[in-house]
């Protein structure tokens, strides 16, 4: 079993800047991919950004440019750097962790809220 373990998130104003952190932990030696997706009330949820494990990104066109994912393998973690926040970022964050085996895991979630 994995579990994911996030960090950071809350209130800033528009403009702002804030930073995710998620550790995984557990059975998380087959790790193809981790990233963020965030669910706003009422929408679905959506990928925001997501690291692979040989380095390459990718990222929602909306926060392209303003987000930056990093991580450590070694480590097992990845942080996102937000910035620029606008509200329309507005939503619940959650570390996600896809295996080799095609596994999914995902963290509790973490809320964003950015003040306009």
């Known amino acids: 079993q994995v579990q994911l373990v996030e960090s950071g998130g809350g209130l800033v104003q528009a403009g702002g800047s804030l930073r995710l952190s998620c550790a995984a932990s557990?059975?998380?030696?087959?790790?193809?991919?981790m990233g963020w997706y965030r669910q706003a009330p009422g929408k679905s949820r959506e990928l925001v950004a997501r690291?692979?494990?040989?380095?390459?990104?990718n990222y929602a066109d909306s926060v392209q440019g303003r987000f930056t994912i990093s991580g450590e393998n070694a480590k097992n973690t990845v942080d996102l750097q937000m910035n620029s926040l606008k509200p329309e970022d507005t939503a619940v964050y959650y570390c996600?962790?896809?295996?080799?085996?095609?596994?999914?895991?995902w963290g509790q979630g973490t809320q964003v809220t950015v003040s306009s």
């Open positions: 557990g059975r998380s030696s087959n790790i193809y991919s």
């Open positions: 690291l692979y494990r040989n380095g390459n990104t």
């Open positions: 996600n962790l896809q295996s080799y085996q095609a596994l999914t895991y």
